[in-house]
């Protein structure tokens, strides 16, 4: 196991107020150890020294629970491809090696502190469509409704999403499309989810919309950046499922008035 | 130390009549409270895992007034997603035979035969409306080619049982819960408090009442007040420090109701598993599971001779294999149970057979799967697993076999409760991996998300009425004093916390405590050793309070406090994980005394002296807790030594 030496330049910032670079020197860092041990370390070392401990939003360390969020020299979750910044390792690096860490920088994801930022939105979004309503108790048997294997494999494809918000961070627009795309098309793919499927686009498209989230202009560096390989396919898929809704909101909703005059 | 017993206080509850009828029966005759009074009843569930976001959504749905907390920033990160293998349930699709009474034979069996059998066999019941519940939701579960879902088989039986969605079963049935937790936010029905931690219970006149918080992003205490507290908390196998765990996954909740009164139950039954990738340096910060359902196409061997250990796996003949568990266990081979498993591999690593790095690993090996099956078919059951693995260790498991050793894995024991899910402290219920009730000492792979589920949508909305029914709603307000009694406790034990201010990290304390416990009460356990901890534990506690640092203020986020609060529990809760271990003189299941073994190292249970649940209640003192104990009885399934052989 080689150690390495890595001069770290880290974000430091408290809630609103402004933040700032911190150059932080880490040497004797286990090539075996992950890039969280590595913060790890340097935490120990930072407390030992009577300094503020760098913090950052963790749990899992397995690449499931989304938690973590850094950038890493400019990229979401940094360099390896579909990984996790908990999941990346630090034989990735080189003794010498300058890293850049900063949080997953957006309008929509205030910092809370240093690499911790408030991903709420994210949850909103959800609330706005993202189910089947389902009363508990009330579902009919598992196997009535057949369901192709290509068909569950595609839905599960999108709801494979870690909910991380790297798309976000990634994208020069913070355009969310990526993860409302993958969250909506999960549904919208399934039988399951039809009833609903023209309600959830329109409210979780314009939930996105109010929460600040810049345009997709088809720049697919979201892509790029999902540690859980997230196809742009689903935005394409989202664009049409929201153009008919659109349509549909518009005249469902003269249609609705007009009965309403008449109705009882 | 050992009391007199409290039957009174430890009523399980169990329905009368026919164990299959028991769950039917008790339906009909528990109270219902109408939906205009429903409204008035407010319910408190901490935790929003598969337990918490079940129990919300439906309890939510059902009209009552519900607030939801978790400590992690939002409800879908709760440690439930990151279950991988499946979730089993007695659907019989596979035509091989299964059926609610296999499954719940199995899960008492494999439960080591300490698990209460209404309550498992109850499980078994409801297990096929989670399927259904799951699927109508829009979980994407594996299919057939014919639109049927798929099942896999688990270790501990010989019946495919199990539904997943590829790798990521725990996920998407958390999302699963997580949509009807969102749709009842969104009604209105529940308030969700995400980034905050409860610090402790709010007890008044011996009815639970409510809990104390802290928000995380503000550091503020404050008090939460309603009719009943569900806490879905989760397990403590952090306990241990190396676990594979979720970093936050702690024991405080459930640690301050036991403090509180609520009676802990057989903390010593805990659960190894076996497939964990082995620990690779000091800085370790966790274990990582291979999922067990790996076991259904890998092999599992060490070299016959200790001299084979340091070669390339590829140049041992197949001669000088020992694939010890087909060995040991023709019937089940590599799908033997997690604690034989475990044990399994802990005696060829010292029998110094072990591979890897410090000798302490296994071969778990996919060449016979990939040559009979095809590299893309494995790719296709396991690749994000092999991923994982490649990731953390830089090996490929398609080239080399996987290293493997066991690690903590789940905490089988937990917070007491009766058959409607409420401790001994009345108001109080407790769902999911937090409660003790029905894996016994051993739980089977696939069980505990069915487990979570059973008791967030189907158990507990029958049963809160129950104890609703005894108590006016909104009786006690945040004007209470012992309310205001609670919060300022707990603001006293942050602010002595963050005055200790002496030479080690919060983590230092916690790395030292696992290892010990690890040490003297993990995989094999003896009278000796655990004395050992006890006599330890009180004096690193000790230490712990006059000599932590903790950094920052407590009115701000203060992450080092977090786990400062968290390891301050753990370092009481080792104490009476150890003397449960040392005051169960028998081996069962997860819990192995060295000093009860048949001459083939076979666990040795004793049915005459131990069937009993040990419910611990706490005494003012750590070192002195007190015993009670809930004798187990077994209708439908004989006693026997469990076997796999
Ligand atoms: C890696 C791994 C793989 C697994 N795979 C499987 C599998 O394939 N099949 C299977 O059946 N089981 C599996 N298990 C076990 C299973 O995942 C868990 O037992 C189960 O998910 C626990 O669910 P729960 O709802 O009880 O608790 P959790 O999901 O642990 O949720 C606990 C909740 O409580 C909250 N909480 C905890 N303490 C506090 C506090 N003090 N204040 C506020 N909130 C708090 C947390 O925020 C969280 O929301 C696996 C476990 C692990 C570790
Ligand atoms: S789409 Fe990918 S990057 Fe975006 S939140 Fe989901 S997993 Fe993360
Ligand atoms: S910590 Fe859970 S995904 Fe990284």
Known sequence: ?264 | MVQPLLTMSLDSKIPSGPMAEKWTRHKRDSKLINPKNKRKYSVIVVGSGLAGSAAAASLSEMGYKVKCFCFQDSARRAHSIAAQGGINAAKNYQNDGDSVHRLFYDTVKGGDFRAREANVHRLAEVSVNIIDQCVAQGVPFAREYGGGLANRSFGGAQVSRTFYARGQTGQQLLLGAYSALNKEIARGGVEMYSRTEMLDLIVVNGQTKGIVVRNLVTGKIDAHVADTVLLCTGGYGNVFFLSTNAMGCNVTATWRAHRKGAFFANPCYTQIHPTCIPVSGDYQSKLTLMSESLRNDGRVWVPKKAEDCGKNPADIPEADRDYYLERKYPSFGNLAPRDISSRAAKEACDDGRGVGPGGRGVYLDFAESIRDFGRNTIAERYGNLFDMYERITGESAYERPMRIYPAVHYTMGGLWVDYNLMSNLPGLHVLGEANFSDHGANRLGASALMQGLADGYFVIPTTVANYLVTQKPGEVTLDNPEVKKAVADAEERTKKLLSVKGKRSVDSFHRELGLLVWDKCGMARTREGLQEAIDRIPALREEFWNNVTVPGSGDAANQELEKAGRVADFMEFAELLCIDAQNREESCGGHFREEHQYPDGEAKRNDQDFSYVAAWEYSGNCSQPKLNKEPLTFEEVHLAVRSYK
């Open chain 1, 1 to 264: 196991m080689a150690l390495l030496n890595l001069h770290l330049k880290v974000w430091r910032q408290n809630g609103s107020q402004p933040g700032h670079f911190q150059d932080i020197e880490a040497p004797e860092i286990p090539d075996h150890a992950s890039f969280l041990e590595m913060m790890d370390i340097v935490n120990e070392r930072l407390i030992a020294n009577g300094q503020d401990p760098i913090a950052f939003d963790h749990d899992c360390r397995e690449g499931i629970c989304g938690a973590c969020s850094m950038t890493i020299n400019g990229m979401p979750h940094g360099p390896e491809r579909a990984t996790t910044t908990c999941q990346l390792h630090m034989r990735k690096f080189r003794t010498g090696d300058t890293i850049w860490i900063e949080p997953f920088r957006a309008r929509s994801f205030p910092v809370v502190k240093d690499l911790m930022v408030d991903r709420g939105a994210f949850d909103r979004i959800m609330q706005a469509g993202g189910f089947v309503s389902i009363r508990t108790g009330s579902a009919p048997e598992g196997n009535s409704i057949p369901i192709g294997k290509d068909v569950a494999d595609a839905a599960m494809d999108a709801a494979a999403c870690i909910g991380c918000g790297a798309c976000v961070a990634s994208c020069k627009n913070a355009s969310a499309m990526l993860f409302v795309s993958a969250k909506v098309g999960q549904l919208n793919t399934l039988p399951q989810g039809q009833p609903e499927r023209q309600r959830r686009t329109l409210g979780m498209v314009r939930q996105m919309d109010a929460e600040g989230f810049g345009n997709c202009t088809n720049q697919y560096e979201c892509e790029a950046a999902c540690p859980k390989e997230i196809s742009v396919r689903w935005i394409t898929k989202l664009n049409r499922d929201y153009a008919v809704a659109a349509v549909k909101d518009i005249v469902g909703a003269g249609r609705q008035q007009a009965g309403g005059e008449g109705g009882d």
